[in-house]
């Protein structure tokens, strides 16, 4: 079992619609998560990032972290076609002193106008 | 503006050679990475740096070098052992538990 499971879709939507991407994850040290875009041939931009459980909320952006159930989302409200790329989520515990994340390995999004 | 750097955006390697990517930083960040990014494959961790003059292995380091001789760049050698060079190549850079920062990626293929 990979450390962090992401299902790589692809996943098309019209536009306007509510995205919910997701990850699982089996190491229960992990403490800090992200979520990343990444457009084609240009490197991942962070979106997200949150510290333990909870919800955090940027504009269309929303991510949660359930700890208990070692899962992980991100909701997009009103995506749009702007909205298409890959969503890399990653996260990172400390481990021998250094916080490595571990990435997933990415769900390609695409919003068809 | 702050951010990283990488250059070549695309580069071409001739059998038995070695080619050198570049990775600047002016973010002041101590921690510096170097993945490699293939088709359906996510990022593997090639080398990683969390001070000048010191860096680790990742989980695919054979067939690579690095050095970190400044706080600011972070260069990635791949040489002739490497016998699947064709890929698209990240530096990212970070404090100790911040998010990385990435550059836009080095092209690398085979001629």
């Known amino acids: 079992q990979k450390e962090v499971e992401q299902d790589p879709g692809p996943l098309s939507v019209p536009e306007g619609a509510i995205v919910s991407l997701n990850c699982t994850y089996s190491?229960?040290?992990?403490?800090?998560f992200m979520w990343y875009r990444q457009y084609s041939r240009k490197g991942p931009e962070l979106l997200m990032y949150t510290y333990s459980s909870g919800n955090k909320e940027d504009g269309r952006f929303t991510a949660q972290v359930d700890k208990s159930s070692k899962y992980i989302s991100l909701f997009i409200r009103d995506s749009q076609p702007s909205d298409s790329a890959t969503y890399l989520c990653?996260?990172?515990?400390?481990?021998?002193?250094?916080?490595?994340?571990?990435f997933g390995r990415g769900t390609s999004l695409i919003v068809h106008p | 503006d702050g951010g990283i750097t990488q250059s070549p955006k695309y580069l071409f390697r001739k059998e038995g050679q070695n080619v050198t990517l570049s990775c600047e930083q002016n973010l002041n960040h101590d921690a510096m990475y170097w993945y490699r990014q293939d088709p359906g494959q996510g990022l593997r961790l090639i080398y990683y740096?969390?001070?000048?003059?010191?860096?680790q292995k990742g989980d695919i380091a054979e067939g690579y070098s690095v050095s970190r001789e400044k706080k600011e760049s972070f260069p990635l050698t791949v040489t002739s052992a490497q016998k699947n060079p064709t890929a698209f190549y990240l530096c990212?850079?970070?404090?100790?538990?911040?998010?990385?920062?990435f550059g836009d990626g080095t092209r690398l293929s085979i001629l």
């Open positions: 990212a850079s970070s404090m100790k538990t911040q998010p990385q920062h």
């Open positions: 740096s969390q001070i000048v003059n010191d860096f």
């Open positions: 990653a996260m990172s515990g400390e481990s021998g002193g250094s916080y490595i994340p571990t």
């Open positions: 190491n229960s040290a992990f403490q800090y």
